[in-house]
């Protein structure tokens, strides 16, 4: 079992780019665990932003996100990082991320399993 912990929210101006990172404590070349991104504003459902597999550093991305943020992960920290850029205020949200044993990722957080606290942030305009 593994607790994901999220850092690096904030707020910053539309434009500006910000990095969240999800340690993930026990997440190994060999102790394989999919992490997703999702995001949530208040009265809304938990929206998908980004994954990236267990295994072969596989990434899929929402479309409302795609070719501005960037998934990347460093194994011997057991982190994974969110890259977000060209930020825009719609971007605001609580960002978490979560974890699943195994390879493949999903796009559903009901697929995931753990999960972090969560973290802010604000993109003003």
């Known amino acids: 079992q593994v607790q994901p912990v999220e850092s690096g929210g904030g707020s910053v101006q539309a434009g500006r780019s910000l990095i969240l990172s999800c340690l993930v404590n026990?997440?190994?070349?060999?102790?394989?665990?999919?992490v997703g991104w999702f995001r949530q504003t208040p009265g809304k459902q938990r929206e998908f932003v980004a994954t990236i597999s267990g295994t072969d550093t596989m990434t899929y991305y929402a479309e409302s996100v795609k070719d501005r943020f960037t998934v990347s992960e460093d194994i011997s920290k057991a982190t994974v990082y969110l890259h977000m850029s060209s930020l825009k205020p719609e971007d605001t949200a609580v960002y978490s991320c979560?974890?699943?044993?195994?390879?493949?990722?999903?796009?559903?957080?009901?697929?995931?399993?753990?999960w972090g606290q969560g973290t802010q942030v604000t993109v003003s305009s």
């Open positions: 026990g997440r190994t070349s060999e102790n394989n665990y999919a």
């Open positions: 979560a974890a699943r044993r195994g390879s493949a990722y999903y796009v559903s957080f009901n697929n995931y399993h753990f």
